[in-house]
């Protein structure tokens, strides 16, 4: 009984242990993950990294070729609803013509194939009965219906934090840049020329705005269209500063300088509000991860003698 009881225990030890262990190691390449970006952007940068970049687009050429064939059959035919679904890919940074033929046709692919490989491997090798099979292809069916849809929201939000990481050091530069005498068009060029190196997703969105703006647009507008394409309330507001302060002939430079600093108090309103949810969310890992392991090493030798005391 002392035996069993100890490898019992043994054995619950190694499991918690490994457990925590793996949650630790999952954590720490959560938080070198800076430090891989970084890495990864320096060899885009190289020359070294173009037979890559090749290579991988070559590997996307049979899918970017059929999924638009079969994306194109289910192409909504509402305008709006057409525009909406092109607007939400540009906020996620895809812009390729036939990106809603490629999205549509991935998402009816997967609707496809999903049921046919859940329902038919498993009953072929004898693992799930035959009344059971419809239920799976169905799951597999709504699954494969919302995973890009999933995957799409995901790729909108994470640009969206990087674009809104960026943006403060925009609009520091852009009022250092009008404070010192510079137009607000010669601004936003120096601007987008020091982003593209820092914030590659800022300055890429910068660059288009400059080129609308030498195509005849005020600033303002340019701001505008930006917003819609990120999708950004931040954005929407500076836009909307912008145009009232070329309507009614107001300092842009004074402006700038009140929405930055606007910016920043909300910017710290929203750190100390995620600072007040960390005591909340660390309240569960404490609660799965920790006390199991205080309890082991607490009450296990009292067990052990419980149990030793049952066995006489």
Request: proline residues 5%.
């Amino acid at each position: 009984m002392d035996y069993k009881s100890s490898l019992i225990g043994m054995i619950a030890f190694s499991a918690m242990f490994i457990l925590i262990s793996g949650l630790g190691f999952v954590l720490f390449m959560r938080v070198r993950g800076d430090k891989r970006r970084a890495i990864a952007r320096l060899r885009d940068l190289s020359a070294e990294s173009a037979p890559a970049i090749q290579e991988t687009s070559q590997a996307k050429a049979w899918a970017r070729g059929s999924l638009p064939l079969i994306g194109a059959l289910f192409l909504p035919k509402e305008e709006n609803r057409l525009e909406s679904l092109k607007g939400l890919l540009a906020q996620a940074g895809i812009f390729h013509r036939q990106g809603p033929q490629i999205y549509l046709g991935a998402k009816w692919l997967l609707m496809v194939l999903l049921p046919i490989l859940a329902g038919t491997l498993p009953y072929s090798f004898g693992w799930l009965p035959l009344k059971r099979v419809p239920l799976v292809a169905l799951a597999a069916c709504v699954l494969g219906m919302w995973t890009p849809h999933l995957w799409l929201r995901s790729r909108v939000l994470k640009r969206q934090r990087v674009l809104r990481s960026g943006l403060p050091d925009a609009l520091d530069m852009l009022v250092l840049c009008l404070e010192g005498g510079v137009s607000l068009t010669a601004a936003i060029q120096r601007v987008t020329d020091e982003l593209e190196s820092v914030h590659p997703e800022l300055g890429a969105e910068m660059n288009v705005l400059q080129r609308e703006i030498q195509l005849g647009l005020s600033p303002g507008e340019s701001l505008k269209k930006l917003a819609q394409r990120c999708g950004l309330e931040e954005v929407r507001d500076l836009a909307s500063t912008i145009l009232q302060s070329e309507q009614y002939g107001a300092s842009v430079a004074k402006t700038l300088r009140t929405y930055a600093d606007s910016y920043r108090v909300e910017r710290q309103l929203r750190a100390e509000e995620m600072a007040q949810k960390a005591a909340v969310k660390i309240l569960f890992p404490t609660l799965l991860f920790i006390f199991p392991a205080i309890f082991i090493v607490i009450l296990g030798p009292a067990a052990f003698q419980m149990a030793n005391i049952f066995a006489r």
